[in-house]
């Protein structure tokens, strides 16, 4: 019941800045959390950071203190301020909800790449 597109991916320098957003459609109603993952070839698909509907956030410890998770619920919109990236921060992220009932919704991904 919910589709999710991100936008705002591409091709970064090292210590630069890039901005994520995921826009939420549907029953968008039913959306408690949501979040940005992070998925590199031959590995797990990892939580980089979530945002409840009422705003609190929990970021990875990789991430803490350079990325900032937002949300803005009149646009069904959630964002990923993402500052002092590093090569190590590329990889294909994607745009996570969870709504009532447990219904896990993904985007189709977007790509980060960190490099000079």
């Known amino acids: 019941q919910v589709q999710l597109v991100e936008s705002g991916g591409g091709l970064v320098q090292p210590g630069g800045s890039l901005t994520l957003s995921c826009v939420a459609s549907?029953?968008?109603?039913?959306?408690?959390?949501m979040g940005w993952y992070r998925q590199n070839p031959g590995q797990q698909r990892e939580l980089v950071a979530v945002i409840t509907r009422d705003g609190k956030t929990n970021y990875a410890d990789s991430v803490k203190g350079r990325f900032t998770i937002s949300r803005d619920n009149a646009k069904n919109t959630v964002y990923l301020q993402m500052n002092s990236l590093k090569p190590e921060d590329t990889s294909v992220y994607y745009c996570n909800t969870r709504s009532r009932g447990d219904i896990t919704s993904w985007g189709q991904g977007t790509q980060v790449t960190v490099s000079s």
């Open positions: 549907g029953n968008i109603f039913m959306i408690s959390t």
